[in-house]
């Protein structure tokens, strides 16, 4: 312990100027994070709009330049005993190097997670949540803090002698992503696997952290530098690897296990395809090499107090010529719906002159959506208050106020989530023309238009990670204006009703159903809905 | 009398190049043993390896009885290690340097300490990167040599001092040679003479010699040889004669294996009308030098030359 202390202190001495920049980038942001969630119209004053422009900019450019300051303490740190090369001092003085990690990890944990760690705490305390509560979710944060940035950054700098080093040794990871990004976008789709998300890359990124652990012990217990540079070599081609070659259908399959159609109650989705209005549609993309195509579904069989989120899909095409087109697993980036939901679109890209081959004639088309199935914890109505009022799923929310002449209005609602994103909820509201005054005891219901949105996810990880632990969720509601037709604005009016439905996941499943002699549409140079497909749904 | 430092049959290389060629070396205990060769010979690869900075590729060495791969941590209590290429801790000031290593050593001397700054006259105040490297070099000195090391290890330490700073250095070593075994490489021949009880020569990687200073100074002579007559070179010489050179009537070499009674009768046979024979004693660098060129002797010397006839040291 007396040698871990004496190094801790030494490099104490040694790094204040970097300690003290980032304490001081840590205390501004503390300082200033409130304003991006604490508008004057939520502290009850009389504007909705958001902080002074400064203030915004600059708390955007803290959230990186904090993790910057940690990222040069920490290679500062870690080559102030540095591992590669043949004459540093210490190497020939009595080190030991469990003693020597520890000292560089109880620097991290007194100079830099501690102070985070109170920010974060300060932080809870002004968004009106109290810290101890959240002490899980914290210290959750913290460790995906240390494994996502400190882990990799450490190892990178136990593999370069100085600063500067370190440096190209990024810029050559910018080249390398830039390079993957490339080469993803030139090799043939279907060879390229989407769904990385959640899937393959918790996969990849926990494999990537495993080479990355490895790296730092093996250079500070052998100082190995070549046969750690092609374990951290090996870890980033894994990592980049997966993208392409991870065994996408086995990790979907263990993911998303359940064929819902064999269910006693199959959930699953059908072709919404009904006219000019929802068809089928083809998109050039901007290379002009590839299309993206939305076809439109809608949830079936789903039963009340349920939700579904589309997050993969597959697409395999056969044309009458007997030609055949595969998608692959892709992400599906699909919106959550409910059994009353409309419909939402399934979306892929293919390339042109495969797109060209098959639209020949009629095609069968199948389509397989792997999607999490949720269930409602329950509903809560509430009068809509015109101060802030809890929500167990969500945190603390605010109506936002802000009309002299009429205090009950509302434009809106911002909720605050304490260490987490909020849980999946469904809100529903009741909008009002703009020229209905609101009355203290509300609105009569003829008057109302219905809106509705979603925020959160189904994520039941402790904490989301993050910088500040406050996430700030604007409600996004629907039919909170009538858009084209009347531009006047709508609003809400205090007392009226809102209901929060929150969801929690029951399981992942697939489905899949086919169209049969879909004509595939004309390509549009984008959006544009140039060809009417009709077809005909068969599961 | 124990070995602080063994190699047996070390080598080392880095990539196609052949550092260490299969050394076998034995430092006394007690002894101040100099490692002498020239540039790029192997003498800071050879104290790498023992230092366990960088492993040996084949063969093996043991230091203080410990294995060199093995020579970490605590095993540094126990060895002070001086390198003209260190790199310290700049930013720290001499004073602050040498409190910072005291926690380290249980042996830490403070008396020392104050002796060995008086002694070299350091600036305790002073960041080191602020030092001239006379005085950087005076405090790695004190750093390594206040805990009283069983072995001292340097490695060409008196580079590009200046000859005050040197005989400090010198003094402040001769000091700690009673107590301690000093391993040092060096190429001021005439300095390591002054206080080296054993000389190692390194030649591309290979040990040449090694053995004790006096050995040494008794082993080699100065042969100058005149006759009578115009030499006329035999078939063989001895191999222990380096550098024949003859010129006229006069001969000249160098004996590595001179014996007073073995060696006059080699110059009876091989000189038998010779009209003076002088034995001059050698100084550690012409050994140095005479065991550098009879390496440097070219593959086919030229007809006539001396050294057409003389036969190597095995």
């Known amino acids: 312990m007396k040698q871990i202390l004496a190094i801790f202190k030494k490099d104490a001495r040694h790094l204040w100027p970097e300690i003290l920049v980032s304490f001081a980038l ?25 902080g ?27 080559q102030t005993e540095g591992l590669v090369g043949n004459t540093q001092f210490w190497i020939t003085r ?56 400190f882990l990799p950054l450490l190892a990178f700098s136990s593999l370069t002698p100085s600063f500067a080093k370190l440096l190209l040794v990024l810029l050559g990871l910018i080249v ?116 993206g195509v939305s076809i439109p579904i809608a949830v079936q069989g789903l039963k009340e107090g349920f939700a579904v989120q589309p997050n993969a899909l597959r697409v395999e095409i056969e044309a009458p010529s007997g030609a055949h087109w595969d998608s692959g697993w892709k992400n599906a980036y699909g919106a959550y719906a409910r059994g009353d939901s409309p419909g939402t679109l399934a979306s892929f890209r293919i390339r042109r002159s495969d797109y060209d081959r098959l639209k020949a004639g009629p095609v069968n088309l199948r389509l397989t959506l792997a999607f999490v199935e949720a269930m409602s914890d329950g509903t809560r109505q509430m009068p809509l208050p015109v101060g802030g009022f809890s929500v167990p799923s969500i945190g603390i929310c605010e109506p936002l106020t802000g009309f002299p002449d009429d205090p009950n209005a509302v434009l809106g609602i911002q909720c605050l989530s304490p260490v987490h994103s909020p849980r999946l909820t469904f809100v529903t509201v009741h909008w009002v023309p703009r020229d209905v005054r609101c009355l203290p005891g509300g609105v009569s219901d003829q008057d109302t238009i219905l809106g509705s949105g979603w925020v959160g996810d189904l994520d039941t990880s402790p904490a989301s990670f993050g910088i500040s632990p406050v996430t700030v969720s604007p409600l996004d509601l629907t039919n909170n204006d009538t858009q084209i037709r009347n531009p006047e604005p709508r609003h809400l009016c205090a007392g009226s009703p809102v209901l929060f439905t929150s969801y929690h996941e029951v399981a992942g499943a697939q489905a899949s159903f086919a169209i049969e002699n879909l004509q595939l549409p004309e390509p549009s140079k984008g959006g544009e809905v140039l060809a009417v497909t009709h077809g005909q749904a068969t599961r | 009398m124990t070995n602080v430092i063994e190699t047996q049959n070390l080598s080392r290389s880095f990539g196609r190049t052949q550092a260490l060629a299969g050394v076998d070396l034995q430092v006394p205990e007690g002894a101040v043993y100099a490692l002498v060769g020239a540039n790029g010979a192997g003498k800071t690869t050879l104290i790498k390896v023992l230092m366990n900075i960088f492993p040996p590729t084949s063969g093996g060495a043991r230091v203080l009885g410990i294995d060199s791969g093995k020579v970490a941590g605590k095993v540094f209590t126990r060895i002070g290690y001086v390198s003209e290429n260190q790199q310290f801790p700049d930013w720290m000031a001499a004073g602050e340097m040498l409190a910072y290593f005291r926690g380290f050593y249980p042996t830490w001397d403070r008396s020392l300490e104050a002796q060995l700054v008086r002694q070299f006259d350091l600036p305790l105040k002073r960041k080191l990167k602020h030092l001239s490297r006379g005085m950087r070099m005076k405090a790695a000195f004190a750093s390594s040599l206040a805990y009283r090391p069983t072995l001292i290890v340097l490695d060409e330490p008196f580079s590009g001092l200046d000859p005050l700073v040197r005989d400090e250095l010198v003094e402040g070593l001769i000091e700690r040679a009673p107590e301690t075994t000093i391993f040092l490489s060096s190429h001021d021949l005439a300095e390591i003479e002054s ?68 060696s006059a009768a080699s110059f009876a046979a091989v000189f038998p ?42």
């Open chain 1, 26 to 50: 840590l205390a501004a942001l503390v300082y200033v994070s409130p304003s991006h969630w604490r508008s004057p119209a939520l502290g009850g004053a009389v504007s909705y709009s958001p």
């Open chain 2, 195 to 262: 206080f080296a009880t054993h000389v190692g020569f390194l030649d591309s990687g290979r040990l040449l010699s090694s053995d004790e200073m006096s050995v040494l100074s008794n082993r080699f002579r100065a042969v100058t040889v005149t006759l009578a007559a115009p030499w006329t070179p035999p078939s063989r010489t001895p191999s222990s004669w380096l550098q024949l050179e003859a010129a006229n009537s006069v001969v000249r070499f160098v004996d590595s294996n001179y014996d007073a009674a073995q």
């Open chain 2, 273 to 314: 009308n010779a009209r003076d024979i002088a034995l001059d004693p050698m100084s550690l660098r012409a050994i140095f030098v005479s065991i550098a060129k009879s390496k440097r002797v070219p593959a086919d010397p030229q007809p006539g030359s001396a050294n057409q006839v003389t036969e190597r040291p095995a």
């Open chain 1, 94 to 149: 009595p080190y030991e190097w469990p003693k020597l990690l520890a000292a560089k990890l109880l620097f991290l944990a007194v100079l830099v997670c501690a102070p985070f760690l109170v920010a974060q705490c300060v932080l809870l305390a002004e968004a009106g949540f109290n810290p101890a509560a959240y002490a899980g979710g914290l210290a959750y944060n913290l460790l995906l803090i240390l494994g996502i940035l």
């Open chain 1, 52 to 78: 002074p422009f400064f203030y915004e900019e600059f708390g955007n450019l803290l959230v990186v330049l904090v993790p910057i300051s940690w990222g040069f303490l920490t290679a500062r740190l870690v």
């Open chain 1, 176 to 291: 390398y992503a830039v390079a993957i990004s490339v080469l993803n976008s030139v090799l043939p789709l279907e060879w390229t696997n989407a769904p990385s998300e959640p899937v393959g890359g918790a996969l990849a990124l926990t494999l990537f952290l495993c080479g990355c652990a490895s790296v730092v012990f093996m250079q500070y217990m052998h100082r190995r530098t070549d046969l750690a540079w092609w374990l951290m070599v090996s870890a980033l081609l894994l990592f980049s690897g997966i993208a392409f070659l991870a065994p996408d259908r086995w990790l979907l399959n263990r993911h998303y296990p359940i064929d819902a159609s064999k269910a006693p109650d199959p959930v699953g989705f059908i072709y919404a395809g009904n006219g000019t209005t929802r068809a089928a549609h083809a998109d050039l993309t901007a290379d002009k090499k590839t299309l």
